[in-house]
């Protein structure tokens, strides 16, 4: 546990660095944050699950406005995850504060997708790449907000947004990450953002279930400047290096949530 102030300021640096990192592959950084904020900003549970809420939505702000400049909004795409995404976050929301699920079978189920999901997009390279006149599949839209759904109910009990979920899944499933990228922080943005008015409306019949804001927002505000400066930096990037990203990064997500099932 860290002293006064000195949890602010490694917040916002931390952010800083995981937001940097990850926004290119659309990806808020959330899920790497969470256990950092347990370990090692002492936030108590369940107030960590709106508190990385709380992180997303100061946060993709600043990645999402970069985009538009960049005349990457997502479009269509953008609107089915976020139909999916919000009532499940709101679900799940609920479910956090009423049945407080253990970690344990969600750790499982997230390293499960999540590994052989990262040694896939790690290992090869975009579909159109091999062959451009052949047109990648895509995930049909139906499916799509299912998906989104359920990943906003995750979002909502767990806190991580659902971006670090969907992203691998559509760039794996050959969309371009110049779309899935404006697209997945979108859906995060307004998933957490109902999350954390769902969390702080419970926090009046439920006790401390409220984020703990000083910390949230400086988490965000790192990740104001990180999402910028992320955002900034894919247009420079080939699609095959941001997938070999997002690949590494959901490889790290998947042994971190495993080794905490094991143990």
Excluded: K
Aim: glycine share 12%; proline share 8%.
């Amino acid at each position: 546990m860290l002293g006064a102030g000195w949890t602010e300021a490694v917040a916002l640096a931390a952010a800083f660095a995981v937001s940097a990192v990850a926004t290119p592959a659309g990806i808020s950084g959330a899920v790497l944050l969470l256990p950092f904020q347990v370990s090692v900003l002492g936030t108590p549970s369940p107030a960590v699950t709106p508190t990385n809420l709380l992180y997303n939505v100061v946060s993709t702000p600043g990645a999402l406005y970069r985009y538009r400049r960049q005349h990457q909004t997502g479009g269509r795409l953008a609107l089915l995850l976020i139909t999916g995404t919000l009532p499940g976050v709101i679900t799940g929301s609920v479910i956090r504060v009423e049945l407080v699920p253990g970690p344990r079978v969600f750790d499982l189920m997230i390293a499960a997708l999540l590994l052989p999901l990262g040694i896939w997009l790690a290992a090869t390279r975009p579909a159109r790449d091999r062959d451009p006149a052949r047109p990648a599949r895509q995930i049909p839209a139906p499916v799509l907000i299912v998906l989104a759904c359920l990943t906003g109910c995750v979002g909502g009990i767990y806190g991580i947004g659902g971006g670090s979920i969907l992203s691998p899944i559509l760039i794996g499933s050959g969309r371009p990450a110049s779309e899935v990228a404006p697209a997945a922080l979108a859906s995060t943005f307004v998933t957490s953002l109902g999350g954390v008015i769902t969390f702080t409306i419970l926090s009046v019949s439920h006790g401390p279930v409220a984020p703990n804001w000083p910390t949230g927002i400086a988490l965000g505000l790192g990740g104001i400047a990180g999402g910028y400066t992320g955002a900034r930096m894919q247009s420079r990037l080939p699609d095959t290096l941001i997938r070999r990203i997002v690949g590494t990064l959901a490889l790290a997500i998947a042994a971190q949530y495993l080794w905490t099932a094991l143990n």
